[in-house]
Structures are given as structure tokens and as C-alpha cells.
């Protein structure tokens, strides 16, 4: 168990570019979520996967943001034309298939800034 | 809709004092509780949780909190806390199985534990 795995750590961009990050969940955890937290807030929900299905998507996930589980495994979240309002921590989370998502591991996450 | 108050920003205390970190959530329905801990530099990790039964949880770490339905709270308290308590804590809620998968997280507590 090496416990989930996100890259990169940071990443440091200029508005209008875009930027994908890299998530790789604990091996036989099947559910996966991505998460967004800024400074001196809780994290917020994203987006969540089982398997490779997209089932849950928060209305914060504009049409900038998509989300890809291809085939199970690792995970990419994308941001198109980025904006200075994106620059936050993207953190993703794991867990087991019992006992639905009532325990999440969390990776350290990706930190973004836009410049 | 669900939503969780964190009554304090900051508690600062004593080594071998004791804590309480205070959380209070909205819901019209019934809600899965949690409270997760973030030491710098690290992922998010669980601390314990409140699915049903018996409203005294134990955790990790000596921690434990109590879920009071009639105050809709679920207080951490800790007897006696060490220097590597330090930390930021989040209280959490979310539906249960069958609902959504979201985590609603407070803005969570720093506490910082002193010498």
C-alpha cells in the first residue's frame, strides 16, 4: 500500500494556458474523487468515479474542468484556459470497494498557481 | 442540502491539556458524520467516524467525539494532547450509502498544541 499518488506537487501556470494532473489511487480501491481546497477553506467536491464511470459531478466543475478515468486506474483532471480563480490545492481521494466511501484516503495534492 | 460549521478557527492549548474542537452541520436527513486530521505537509487521513449506533465514537490517536442529534453537533475532544497533535482538523458530512458521495467539509480547526 503506497497510498494514493498525485502529480505533479506543484504546477505553476499562465492564464489561458492549460494544465492536467495526475492522480493514481491505492491499487484495489475502485472509487475515486477529486476534491479542490483553497486557502483557509475546507476541501470541496469535485467530481466521482467508480471504476471508470463518472457518476457524481458538483455544478463547481465548469466546462473548463474535465475528469478521466480510462480504465479504472489513474486519474486526470484537466483545466482548459486557466483563471486566476482556479489557483488552489486539487487533491484525490481513494477508497475501498465495501463499505462505500466512508473512509477516503487522501493524496498530498497538486498545488496550482495562476499567474 | 448539507453544510458544517467549525465554531473555531484556531485553538491554541497547553501540552496534556485537554481539547474540544467544535462542529455543528445542517441537514434535513439523516447524514454520515467524520472528522478527518491534516498534518502539514500530508494528506488528509481519517480520523473516526459516525455511520449509526452508539453515539460515542473512538479514534485514532485517543481521540474521540460524540454525535448529539438534538444539537445537530459532533465535538472532538481529546483528555490530554501532545506537541504532535498540532494539526488541522475537518469535520465532515455526507448522505448515506445509496445517496450522494459527496464529503461536505467545514473550514476546518488548526490547533496548535504548545510546549
Known amino acids: 500500500d503506497t497510498g494514493v499518488s498525485q502529480n505533479p506537487r506543484h504546477k505553476i501556470t499562465k492564464r489561458g494556458q492549460n494544465v492536467t494532473f495526475r492522480c493514481d489511487p491505492i491499487?484495489?480501491?475502485?472509487?475515486l474523487y477529486w476534491y479542490r481546497q483553497t486557502l483557509g477553506q475546507g476541501p470541496e467536491f469535485l467530481t466521482y468515479?467508480?471504476?471508470?464511470?463518472?457518476?457524481?459531478k458538483s455544478r463547481l466543475l465548469s466546462d473548463r474542468f474535465s475528469a478521466e478515468r480510462p480504465k479504472g486506474s489513474f486519474s486526470t483532471l484537466e483545466i482548459q484556459r486557466t483563471e486566476q480563480g482556479d489557483s488552489a490545492m486539487y487533491l484525490c481521494a481513494s477508497s475501498a470497494p465495501t463499505g462505500g466511501g466512508e473512509k477516503l484516503f487522501f493524496g498530498s495534492g497538486t498545488q496550482l498557481s495562476v499567474l | 442540502a448539507q453544510s458544517v460549521t467549525q465554531l473555531d478557527s484556531q485553538v491554541p492549548v497547553f501540552e496534556e491539556a485537554p481539547v474540544e474542537l467544535r462542529c455543528n452541520y445542517s441537514?434535513?436527513?439523516?447524514?454520515?458524520l467524520f472528522w478527518y486530521v491534516q498534518y502539514p505537509n500530508q494528506g488528509l487521513q481519517l480520523l473516526l467516524k459516525y455511520l449509526s449506533g452508539s453515539t460515542l465514537v473512538k479514534g485514532i490517536n485517543g481521540f474521540e467525539a460524540e454525535f448529539n442529534k438534538s444539537q445537530t453537533s459532533f465535538h472532538l475532544r481529546k483528555p490530554s494532547v501532545h506537541i504532535s497533535d498540532t494539526a488541522e482538523y475537518f469535520c465532515a458530512v455526507r448522505l448515506p450509502q445509496g445517496g450522494s458521495e459527496k464529503l461536505v467539509f467545514g473550514k476546518g480547526t488548526k490547533l496548535t498544541v504548545n510546549p
Open positions: 468515479f467508480q471504476n471508470e464511470a463518472q457518476l457524481e
Open positions: 491499487s484495489e480501491h475502485n472509487r
Open positions: 441537514s434535513s436527513v439523516s447524514v454520515y
